[in-house]
């Protein structure tokens, strides 16, 4: 079945911990992106990537991190520097820009 | 970088009513796409538009890229179809992979 999945589908953890989200895909995407959404909020860009060993930050990086080694995988990490993590993440893909971008059913992380 | 407004922000319908949300941008665009982020939270792709018409059941949409704005028309509304709606855009002026989101509309269909 092709697809973006991402896991687990609900995190919880003690403040001042660092966690790992997982994003894979099985669509030969290219590009990868992780999103933040707070409740009734819209999606902010944390990071993107165009290509695997490389990435950019989006628009609230501060407290993240990711890497890209794969083509299939982009996990997110949110440090215990980001100053309020409980939040839902959607993980998406696409080939390339100018194309159609995909979800994965999102990460909902809440920091007690 | 580019600005993507939705009106309304919000809006609450009477089961099989017709409807007409706006996404206005402020730059060239390449890329236009509605999705529907339904309760549980998944973003589900409506439509790949980036330009013209186009229709999938009640639902369809058209983008007049020159004048910076697409609609998204949702006929015969049904509980169903209750979530955001969102559209996202890719800008013509530079190579960034950015994907940029307006805020939402909020559909809400009563029964």
């Known amino acids: 079945d092709g697809g973006i999945t991402q896991s687990p589908k609900y995190l919880f953890r003690k403040e001042g911990q660092n966690v790992t989200l997982s994003c894979e895909q099985n669509l030969n995407h290219d590009a990868m992106y992780w999103y933040r959404q707070d409740p009734g909020q819209g999606l902010r860009l944390i990071y993107y990537?165009?290509?695997?060993?490389?990435?950019q930050k989006g628009d609230i990086a501060e407290g993240y991190s990711v890497s890209r080694e794969k083509k299939e995988s982009f996990p997110l990490t949110v440090t215990s520097a980001q100053k309020n993590p409980t939040a839902f993440y959607l993980c998406a893909s696409r080939t390339d820009r100018n194309t159609e971008a995909f979800f994965g059913q999102g990460t909902r992380l809440t920091v007690v | 970088g580019i600005q993507v407004e939705q009106s309304p922000p919000d809006l609450i319908l009477q089961e099989g009513a017709n409807s007409t949300l706006r996404c206005n941008f402020s730059?060239?665009?390449?890329?236009l796409q509605w999705f529907h982020q339904n309760p549980w939270g998944q973003l589900i792709n409506l439509f790949y538009?980036?330009?013209g018409t186009k229709q999938n059941g009640r639902l369809s949409a058209t983008t007049v890229a020159t004048e910076r704005y697409s609609l998204l028309y949702i006929s015969s509304s049904q509980t169903t179809d209750s979530g955001v709606y969102f559209c996202a855009v890719d800008t013509v002026r530079s190579n960034d992979y950015k994907l940029s989101f307006g805020a939402g509309t909020t559909v809400t269909v009563r029964a």
């Open positions: 538009i980036p330009s």
């Open positions: 730059d060239s665009v390449n890329n």
């Open positions: 990537s165009q290509i695997v060993n490389d990435f």
